[in-house]
């Protein structure tokens, strides 16, 4: 077969990586897996063979398109709970992981050239959706609150003023990936009055709101600030309890559920998947989040010890409240994109901050994640990454 011009000729634009991204590593600081430790893999055993006899049958037929309602209606009420978000079952659909949801709807709202605004370093796997589909991605300051509205605000006058009109403003607003932190109160606010005045819808992706370590709670949620239809939300299982399992949902308002239904949700995933999460967390869930805050606080402990350790006070790092990752600084002009391969090399992957930038130019930023390992592999990876940088110049700056 000759497929020369088979192909469409809509295939997403082609995104850089730095080299050595692709390797298995012994150490892999470079990925939020499942916290392995607490993973309740007996647990699924369990909640299968509970399920299966009442519900097994169901697997016989199609699942409803936006997924279990079981899990559903426990996702609402967690919503309520945790997130002071009031959502009916049927605004919820259950998605392939959070990148499912987040990828359905930026289906429904994104085409080439339309401008999107993100904070300063915004997660690769969405960043590189949005560079997919060659739109404009505006980073825009963010601090130890989360993005900062002002910055926020100033964007959207100056672009309006030239003639665009920004399509979304997309925010990890809660232990924000890579950099940590969390959106405060009064910037949500801020962000929703933006939202509300120039028409801008927001993806606000949480991810992470069931790791919360130490410090405050978390403020509610923008989808629960906004009386205006204008806020969708996302957040998975997938970190939580495997991301293999591949379970992820989304929150939209009716006009925004209207579309995504029509892209059919992004097709359901797994109903024996759903079947077993909803069980487990059913009848685990807060005994079970508990667990894994501990554990990851432990980690994210061992990691910044490891760090004060290894590496020279020029290198800063983040001290996030829950999440992940740590967010760390080496001195201006070292570079972390070509220093990867050769700590992959070493054993050990972290990822280079220029990953969360649009414009991929190397940068003296990157991201730890603390999630998979155990705490003795930890400061073993640490020590052997801290050793690499020494050779090669990291920690000598520009
Ligand atoms: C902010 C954020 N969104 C989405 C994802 C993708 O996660 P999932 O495996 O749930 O699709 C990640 C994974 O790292 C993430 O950090």
Redesign the pocket.
């Known amino acids: 077969m000759d497929y020369t011009n088979l192909f469409t000729k809509d295939m997403p634009a082609e995104v850089a990586g730095p080299p050595g991204q692709a390797e298995d590593t012994k150490y892999t600081f470079s990925?939020?897996y499942t916290d392995r430790d607490t993973m309740p893999v007996q647990g699924f055993v369990d909640a299968l063979a509970d399920i299966m006899p009442r519900e097994g049958v169901e697997l016989a037929k199609y699942p409803p398109p936006q997924g279990h309602v079981g899990l559903r209606e426990y996702i609402a009420q967690a919503l309520h709970d945790n997130r002071g978000m009031d959502v009916p079952v049927d605004n919820i659909f259950l998605s392939?992981?959070?990148?499912?949801a987040?990828g359905t709807i930026l289906d429904a709202f994104i085409d080439a050239g339309d401008t999107v605004l993100v904070e300063e370093f915004c997660?690769s796997?969405?960043l590189g959706m949005l560079m997919g589909k060659r739109a404009n991605v505006i980073h825009v300051r963010s601090d130890e609150n989360g993005m900062d509205t002002d910055a926020l605000e100033q964007t959207v006058k100056g672009l309006v003023a030239g003639g665009t009109q920004p399509k979304l403003i997309y925010t990890?607003s809660v232990y924000q990936?890579p950099m940590g932190m969390t959106l405060s109160a009064e910037r949500r606010r801020r962000m929703v009055e933006i939202s509300q005045t120039y028409g801008i819808p927001i993806l606000e992706?949480e991810?992470?709101a069931d790791f919360r370590i130490d410090g405050d709670p978390l403020p509610q949620a923008m989808y629960g600030m906004d009386d205006q239809g204008g806020v969708s939300h996302?957040s998975?299982y997938?970190?939580l309890l495997g991301?293999g399992l591949?379970l992820?949902f989304g929150v939209v308002p009716d006009p925004v559920k209207e579309v995504v239904g029509k892209l059919r949700f992004g097709a359901s995933p797994s109903h024996l998947a759903s079947m077993a999460v909803f069980e487990y967390l059913n009848t685990h869930g807060d005994e079970y989040i508990a667990e894994v805050a501990r554990s990851l606080g432990a980690k994210r402990d061992a990691m910044l010890a490891a760090l004060g350790e290894h590496f020279p006070p020029s290198c800063e790092w983040s001290n996030p409240h829950g999440g992940m990752m740590l967010w760390g600084r080496l001195p201006e002009g070292a570079d972390t994109w070509n220093t990867l391969e050769k700590a992959v090399a070493a054993g050990v992957k972290y990822n280079p901050g220029a990953v969360y930038r649009a414009t991929r130019e190397p940068n003296n930023y990157m991201r730890l994640t603390y999630s998979y390992h155990d705490v003795d592999e930890i400061r073993d990876g640490i020590a052997i990454l801290a050793g690499v940088f020494e050779r090669e110049g990291l920690f000598e700056g520009a």
């Open positions: 990925v939020t392939a992981g959070a990148g499912g987040v997660y796997g969405t990890i990936n992706n991810s992470y996302v998975a997938t970190k991301c591949r992820g």
